[in-house]
């Protein structure tokens, strides 16, 4: 079955390519949109280029530090909220706001306090949060009283308890919202980067191309954003997904 979910998923890219292409031809300007063959031409440039490397470094440190973060700031905010009632109205008001607020206002606003180099770390933070914050919250909130008394009964250990209780019963949850919220931290972080253009940044290179009208890199940078994108996506779900069938086994 697996294999099939993956050659569907060849095929709808391919498909995709098709018509990326046949578009590109209908236009037959390179100015406004370029090809697919072009687009991995110009992508081929620009790995060569030494520079290259330290760009996705400089993004990709920064955009996975604020999700990090993230991560860590909402399982504590999700499980004291879970605990103390009082905590989760108190923190309402800004995670509505974090969750409501315009990106772009968010990233000016923090421009006047944060440094360019740092922006995009606080950027995919804020926008992570509310997510993994609500999935978590959720997911403790549907404990099964009935596995509680269970534990109590048999005075299994809060740490055990957490481990093989709680910790199963989040994993749908916890999927969910890693899922939506990595997808978001590159999203804001990137176009952080592009507002605030730190030095040696992938949003200094998209702003760049944009201004010498250089579509042709633009479009390789775009997807050199959406791979990184998808594989880091791919090697955080598939490690929680290892920790939890280390878990199964114990």
């Known amino acids: 079955m697996a294999y099939k979910s993956v050659l569907k998923k060849i095929l709808a890219v391919a498909l995709a390519l098709l018509v990326w292409q046949l578009g590109a031809m209908a236009l037959d300007s390179s100015l406004l949109l370029v090809s ?51 905590v989760e109205t108190l923190l309402w008001p800004y995670i509505t706001v974090a969750k409501s607020t315009p990106v772009a ?55 055990r308890r957490f481990v093989f209780v709680t910790l199963p019963q989040l994993k749908p949850y916890l999927l969910t919202a890693c899922h939506t919220a990595l997808g978001l931290s590159w999203k804001s972080g990137i176009a952080a980067e592009v507002i605030g253009i730190p030095d040696g940044s992938i949003g200094e290179r998209l702003y760049q191309a944009k201004v010498y009208l250089a579509t042709r890199e633009l479009f390789a940078w775009t997807v ?27």
């Not at 620009?46 to 700031?73: C, E, H, K, M």
């Not at 050199?224 to 280390?246: A, D, N, T």
């Open 224 to 250: 050199v954003i959406i791979i990184l994108s998808v594989l880091v996506e791919k090697l955080f779900i598939g490690l929680l997904k290892l920790v939890y069938g280390r878990l199964e086994r114990l």
């Open 105 to 159: 206002s968010i990233i000016i606003l923090c421009l006047i306090w944060l440094s360019s180099r740092s922006l995009s770390v606080f950027i995919s933070f804020l926008m992570a949060l509310p997510v993994l914050y609500a999935n978590i919250l959720q997911g403790l909130k549907v404990y099964d009283p009935g596995l509680l008394e269970v534990t109590q009964v048999y005075r299994v250990s809060p740490v």
């Open 36 to 86: 697919p063959v072009e687009t991995a031409r110009e992508l081929f440039v620009q790995v060569r280029d030494p520079a290259f490397w330290g760009t996705v470094g400089f993004s990709l440190q920064r955009i996975l530090l604020g999700f990090g973060a993230a991560f860590l700031t909402a399982s504590v905010m999700a499980g004291l909220s879970f605990r103390f009632p009082v």
